[in-house]
Each structure stands twice: as structure tokens, then as C-alpha cells.
């Protein structure tokens, strides 16, 4: 028989152990594991790319996963937009794991990301292009449930990628949204998502606490789970931010879901106001508050006034001599 | 070493069937499999020297097939290679026994073994864990073996060559464009040789496994043991 070293025998058994995709998929490195599923780096051998493969953990094969990784592609191929990961293929294979195939996406996680932008517009220029994924998400009917730094992942060039909508429900009946219908033939419930031994899925500290509860969760919730992430961004930053985006930060995180932004847009447009130096909803400011965004707003404008004013006084000082 | 019959007839059935050929087949094969896996456990259980855990070994295959011990195998009372590895350590012990009676003059004819009541663990877990590594090995070494022969049968020689540079290989490994400049061949195409051997040994390691355990649930329970996944 043939003479096996240790190396060898531990690569077969890893062989043996990866799951056994259609022949047009070659199985290469494992690049990641989460709480439903390994994500391998994979060619298409047909297409002749690289992509990434979601498969199903073999010991979660039970516990109602298998429905959460094919509902998660399914959500994926509904959502098109840049923020979310193109699904290429999905399928079960023939050890009977579910899995699907993706693009493969190259960059860092914003966990990993963050406080690494250089200023505070890049770091909420980033923010906003998460929360404009999201809501669009909810235009679509669909609430993502377990939105963190981790889910968030950051391209070479800024881009960003919202990811792991295995926990991501419908809406319910109220949310009014053109997918919303749609959606409901796909997801589960708005009800909070429960595994099958009830425990509510999500991550503490960044699940809103309606959502813990095991309450139904609602637009609402992914609001705070956005809230979560800019607290932790700017954090990162190592920095107070201003009182008016600590206030936005605050109002997303508020615990009473009535007390948050309405919706998503709602959050963005006072991100976007922020940035522009405009009065934001979230925070009633003070007159000299208000003067002092005022100067910052237009400093350039005030600073040419200013050093014109400051040359025709000298012009007018050396004419005097 | 010609394939077994059938491959999704099981060794114990094998050994228990009317075929003589059919028989000696399956006992070869038996023999292949668990030689290491029982040398490794005899040696270390009985302190014994390399040729004479050999020697025992040999002996103790050759008594169980002659008296068709492994036949009577009963599914129902545990693992099949769980019961070869409990027999050999038996007769093991008989073996002994026999010797210290021989040297006080006795009568050495008594080797015997009951091999319906041997079925099940003996509790000892570091020989259980020895046998199962070099069972490992074994199953892995076979699968591997009809991988050979199979790319040889169907002229696919460089697709083992792959296999057997980059899957087989200690560290460091060479990278996929060294393979193919080894082979004139581009990356892609080392891929595709590579996916086809990986998915061939599997199909292997699987059959292998599925002929090598003494019942279908045994078989699941191997499948999940060697590759932490069920059995498709």
C-alpha cells in the first residue's frame, strides 16, 4: 500500500471532509466560518473565476439551517445592488449540505476597518453607503436583523458590501414597501428569528432590545443595528465626536424603537446633513451652536472675506504713512 | 491486487459467503486494511518485538480466516473493526497463556477463542486510539491505491501525478503554477486535473469504507468519524 506521511494523511481527511459541490465548482481554501456556515474560495470551472461558496456546516445540518442558507440566497438574488454580494448558483450537494455561490468579495471586514479611515467625512461617507444598502433592503421588503461591523465588508476602493442576511425577515404587513410582497413568499416572519430550540439569532450589542426580547422586529431595528455600527466607528476613532452626530449616534440607538429615526433614509438624511453642515433632526442646537456650524459650514467664503478685508486695511495703513 | 467483487458487499458478508474465491478476497483484503492498525495495538498491548507482533498477527489472520471467526460477526453488538481489534487481543492473550503453560510442561493445544463474546469495546481507550489511527491510514492508503489504479486504467497518469505532488506532498508544497510548468500545463487545467483525482479518491475513500464496516450503520458511523460529515 502506499506510504502516507502525516502531512498527507491530514490533507486527504481534509479532502474527505469538505462538502462535494457540482463538478463545475472547485473547492480551494476555507476563507471564512460563521454561526451558519463555512465560506470556501472556489473556481468556477465553467466560467473560469473565482468565486466564494457559502456551505452549510455539517453539524448544523438539522436545526432548520438549511432553509436559512437557501432563504439567505434566495435574498441575495432578490437584492441587486452594489452593497450586496451578487449569488451566482445555489444548490444541495450530494453529502446534502445547502449551499450557494457568490462573488468573490476581496477586502476587509469593517470590524477590522474601522478607525483606519482618514477623516471623520470618510469615515461617514462609509457609514452612509451601508445605511443606503440597507434601505434599500427595506424598499425591497427586507429587514437584515444582525447588522454589525463584522456583516460589513470594505473593498480596496471604499466600496462596501452589507453580507450575512441569513437572519434578514420580511417585513410585516405595515411596512408598505413594493417588495414587501414579494419578500413574504421568501422570508420568514417579521416575527423575531428564532432557532428551532428558541433561541432569538442576532448579536448582543448590536441587536435592538425588541429584537432581544423576542419581540417582532421592524425597519426599526436594523436603525439601531446601523446606530451600533457608526457608535463603533466612531469609537475606533479614538476621538468625542461632535454633539450632533453624538446626537444621531444616540437617536439610532435609542432603546424605545419609537424613539428612533422612523426609517433608514431618515438616518442617512441627517448623516447627509451633518456632513454638509446642516442642522440635523436629531439635535436641537444652541445659538452658538448654531454659529459655529454657521463659520464651519462657510469658512472658506468667511476666510477670503476676512484676508481681503485684512489686505485693504494694510493697503490703507501703509497709504496713511 | 484484483478489485473486490462487489463494492457495496461488505467484507463480513464476503467472508460469509459460499464463494471460495469470493472468500479469499475478501479475507486479503481484511488483512490489507487491518495489519497495521493490529500490529500497532500488539505490539504496544503485548510489549512484543517487531517481527514477533508480526508473526502474531500473521497468525492470528490466518486462524480467523481458516476457522471463519470474523463470519460470525454480529452487527448488532458493535463495530466490526472494534471486534477484530478485541479478538486479535484475545487471542493475543491465549497465545500467551499457551506459551507460560508450554514452559511449566503443559499441554500447549488449548489456544481457543470465543469470538461471539468478544464483540464490543474492552474499555481500553489509548488501544482503541492507536488501532483507529492506523486504521486511518489504512483506509486512506487503499483509497489512494485504487485512485492508482483507476488513472492508470483510464490514462490519466498526470492527473495522479498532480494529486500525488500537491494532496500527498509534505510541506512545502509547490504552487499551482509550478505544477503546470512541471506538466506544460496551464493553472486551469490543474484545477480541473486536481478536482477530478480529489473527487475519484473521495469516491474511493468512501467505497472503501463502505466495504471495510460490518453493517450500513457502521458505515455511517465510520463516514462521520473519518470525515466529520454524513454518509451520502
Redesign the interface.
Known sequence: MSSLGAGGIARLREQLARPELPERYALESEIGRGGMGVVWRATDRLLERDVAVKVLAEHLADDGLAERLAREARILARLEHPGVVAVHDAGVSSDGRTWYAMRLVRGRRLDEAAGTQPTLGDTLRLMTRVAETVAYAHEQGIIHRDLKPANVMVGPFGEVLVLDWGVAGAIGGGGGASGAKQAADTQTPATAPVTAHGTVLGTPGYMAPEQAAGLPADVRSDVYGLGAILRDLLAARGEAPPRALAAIRDRALAPAAGERYPDVLAFVDDLRRFQDGLPVAAHRETVLERIGRWISRYRTPIGLVLAYLLVRLLILRLGGV | MPAFPDTHLSVVQALGGADPDVRARAAELVA?AYRAPLLSVLQWRWNLEPADAEDLVQEFLATAFQKEWLARFDPARGRFRTFLRVAADRFAANQRQAERRLKRGGDAATVGLDVVTVAGSDGDAEAERRFREEW???V??????RL?TESRERGRAVHLALFTAY?????PRPTYRELGLRHALGE?QV??H??WA??R??AH?LDVLRTLAGSEQEYRDDVQD???????
Open positions: 490489507r486511518v491510514r489504512s486512506l492508503a487503499l483509497a489512494v491505491e492508482e494532496d500527498l506532498a509534505e510541506e486551469s484545477i480541473n486536481l478536482a480529489r473527487r479518491f473521495r475513500a473519518l470525515l466529520g460529515i454524513t454518509a451520502p
